[in-house]
Structures are given as C-alpha cells and as structure tokens.
C-alpha cells in the first residue's frame, strides 16, 4: 500500500492526538486561571488560613494510650 492510500495513518492518529491532549490542558489551565468570584480576598479569610495547630483532643489520648499498651 502506498501512503496516498491510506491518508490516516497511526502515526498521524498520535499525532492529533498529543496535539488535542496539549490543547486540553491549556483550555483547562487557562479556564483556570480565569475562574470568577471575589478578588478581594483570593485566599479566603485571614482566619481560614491560619493553622489551628497540633490539638490533643481526647480520641488521640485514647490512640496513644492503646498504641503504648
């Protein structure tokens, strides 16, 4: 068979189809990017953001408790 045949060929498909998964992952990053809402604030609220910290709360007691016995 010769190539005018046969204009659709595997590496033709691979081709396209890094292209399409190349374009996707702009689109998608690029969707990203460009969400809507408050830009005020993007990071939430000051007190979201900070870490409650380490907390030994009575089910962890009860966790180290087992785990030493």
């Known amino acids: 068979m010769n190539?005018?045949?046969?204009?659709?060929?595997r590496r033709t498909f691979i081709?396209?189809?890094a292209l399409m998964g190349g374009a996707g992952t702009l689109l998608?990053?690029?969707?990203?990017?460009?969400?809507?809402?408050?830009?005020?604030?993007?990071?939430?609220?000051p007190d979201?953001?900070?870490s409650q910290g380490y907390r030994l709360t009575p089910h962890i007691r009860k966790y180290y408790k087992n785990a030493a016995a």
């Open 3 to 9: 190539q005018k045949s046969r204009p659709y060929s």
């Open 15 to 17: 081709k396209n189809m």
């Open 28 to 45: 998608a990053s690029t969707a990203k990017a460009m969400r809507f809402g408050s830009r005020e604030n993007p990071m939430g609220s």
């Open 48 to 50: 979201a953001r900070r």
